[in-house]
Structure formats: structure tokens, C-alpha cells
């Protein structure tokens, strides 16, 4: 239909331009609505409640026997409703309809999901399994001292620039989220990987991105992901683990060592502290001695 068509164009266009969502983000986000209006087979407009429903139930069947369980289905709902009901409201801005449908929809209930994290002893097991004899091998330790040492998300991880070292003054700075900036501590043995990798890369690439792919271009996020795969399995490490593996890791092991949730959130660049609160659980032992050493009964004279 060449009025969904329009619609979706335009709805891809505001989420970039006024909302300022990333490329991957709105891309995500316009599937989602193209998909479901393909599926509902009329217009935008003419979508109710029960059309929403009964594509949801549909979706919920589909991954029911998906190995991850009924978990992965509650959250691929609650994401698809979220995309319809940000769909629907850009529809109302724009006056051409004055109800969402999503309303009479409620959102699955979730529980809290935390990932896979690893020890210290594993993240220095996984560091030491790299082969820095080549170039590219100084690029993948650079990239997981980077990666950890920094607590980045992996596009940000990619995103970087020569331009955006600042190593004297112990600061890297990170594009995140919604293009928004913010300055990262860097320490030493991060920036000593990097530098090793500087040295060893090939001069004629002259790229003004940071690590690179044997060609000369941007390291893609599929490599880094197949990379550390690699890596944690030359560690002997038999933990299911990713890119966002190590920024929690790094966040859980900062918040145990003492560090400041507010500082924590700051570094991650987390809008909200409730998701820094997520990622960064505590194991209770050190969460017992943070509150008794603090809670005013329990100070000793």
C-alpha cells in the first residue's frame, strides 16, 4: 500500500531528524512497522487494538520454540510493541489519528535480565590468548583492553577515531547513543595496547578510524563479536559472551571495587541509573558490608 509506504518513510525520517536515534536504531524500528503493516494488510489508520493483539500472539507463537525460551519471546513482544506504539504516535502528531491502538495493550510483564558476566581473572585470561605477532593481532588486544578498560558499547567501540584520543590527558571520547558525546577515563594498560597497535599498523591505510579490518576499513561489530568468540575459546573460557559481555563485566567489577553508581551510570553513558543498576548487580557480600559500614546504627565510636 503506497500510503504505509509514505507513512513509514516519513516515520524513519522524524525518529532520525527529531529524535536523533541512531541508523541501526531507526532501521530496527521501521521493520518492525513495515512488517506488521505487511501483516495487518490495510491501512495505517485502520489498525484497532485486536489487530495489534492478534500479531503479537502470532509473534509469541513463532518463538515459543526458539531455544532461548518463553523469556526471548516476552522481550521480542515487548519490543515490537514498543516500535508499534511509537509508529502510532507520530501518527497522532501529525493529526491523522487521534487514538493509539497500543493503549488497550498492555506491555508483558519482564523480569530483570542480567547477562553473562566474567571474572577479572577471566577477562585477563581472554586478554592474554591473543597473538599480538601480527598487526592485526595488536589490534585485537587494543580492541578488548579498549573494549573492557572503557566499558564501550561495541558501535562505540567501532566509531572511534584517531581524533578522538586524547591520551595525555587520560580521556577517550565516545560518540553514544543519539549521537550524544561524552568523555571516557582511559588507563594505562589500554593505552599501552593502543599504541603498540598504532605502531604496528600498516601506514598506507590512512584511515581516521581507529581499528581496522585487513583492507583498511572500519572494523565491522560482527567481527569484533566473531574475534572474541574466538579468543574466549583459546582462553578456555566456556562462558556464552559478546562485546556487551565485557562493558559489563567492567561495570559490575567497578561497583564491587567501591565505585560510584552515579559515576558508574556517567561513564556508560546510561540516561537512567535504574539500567545502571541493572547491569552493575552486586554479589551480596559487598553489597552487605557497602550498607553496613554506612547505615548510621551501625556506626561504631
Known amino acids: 500500500m503506497e ?3 509514505k507513512l513509514c518513510k516519513d516515520y524513519s525520517y522524524y525518529l ?9 536504531t531507526v532501521a530496527a524500528y521501521a521493520s ?3 512488517t506488521f503493516l505487511h501483516w495487518a494488510g490495510k491501512e495505517a489508520e485502520d489498525v484497532g487494538s485486536e489487530d495489534i493483539l492478534a500479531y503479537l500472539a502470532e509473534k509469541k507463537v513463532e518463538k515459543s520454540g526458539d531455544s532461548f525460551g518463553d523469556s526471548l519471546a516476552k522481550s521480542s513482544q515487548s519490543r515490537l510493541l514498543s516500535s508499534i506504539k511509537s509508529f502510532f504516535n507520530f501518527l497522532i ?5 487521534k487514538e493509539n491502538p497500543c493503549d488497550r495493550v498492555e506491555f508483558p510483564k519482564l523480569g530483570k535480565y542480567l547477562p553473562e558476566i566474567l571474572s577479572q581473572d577471566e577477562v585477563v585470561a581472554i586478554l592474554d590468548s591473543v597473538d599480538t605477532g601480527s598487526w ?3 589490534r585485537d588486544r587494543a580492541m578488548l583492553e579498549v573494549l573492557y578498560g572503557c566499558g564501550l558499547r561495541v558501535s562505540e567501540l567501532c566509531a572511534l577515531t584517531i581524533g578522538n584520543l586524547y591520551f595525555n590527558d587520560g580521556f577517550i571520547r565516545v560518540i553514544g547513543k543519539g549521537d550524544k558525546e561524552r568523555l571516557v577515563p582511559i588507563g594505562d594498560p589500554a593505552i599501552d595496547a593502543v599504541n603498540e597497535y598504532l605502531q ?4 598506507d591505510f590512512g584511515s581516521e578510524f581507529l581499528f581496522l579490518n585487513r583492507n583498511g576499513a572500519a572494523i565491522s561489530r560482527v567481527s569484533v563479536f566473531n ?3 574466538k579468543q574466549a575459546m583459546l582462553a578456555g573460557v566456556a562462558k556464552n559472551i559478546s562485546p556487551h559481555t565485557f562493558r559489563h563485566s567492567f561495570a559490575t567489577h567497578l561497583v564491587e571495587n567501591g565505585a560510584d553508581l552515579r559515576m558508574v551510570q556517567e561513564m556508560l553513558g ?24 554506612h547505615h548510621p546504627r551501625c556506626k561504631k565510636d
Do not use: F, V
Open 93 to 97: 502528531t501529525e493529526g491523522i489519528i
Open 32 to 34: 518492525d512497522i513495515e
Open 16 to 24: 532520525k531528524i527529531e529524535r536523533a536515534m541512531s541508523p541501526n
Open 227 to 229: 574475534m572474541i568468540k
Open 136 to 138: 592485526m593481532g595488536t
Open 200 to 203: 604496528a599498523r600498516p601506514l
Open 3 to 5: 500510503r504505509n509506504t
Open 270 to 293: 546510561h540516561e537512567s541509573i535504574l539500567t545502571t543498576e541493572i547491569y552493575t548487580h552486586l554479589d551480596s557480600s559487598t553489597w552487605q558490608k557497602n550498607i553496613l559500614e
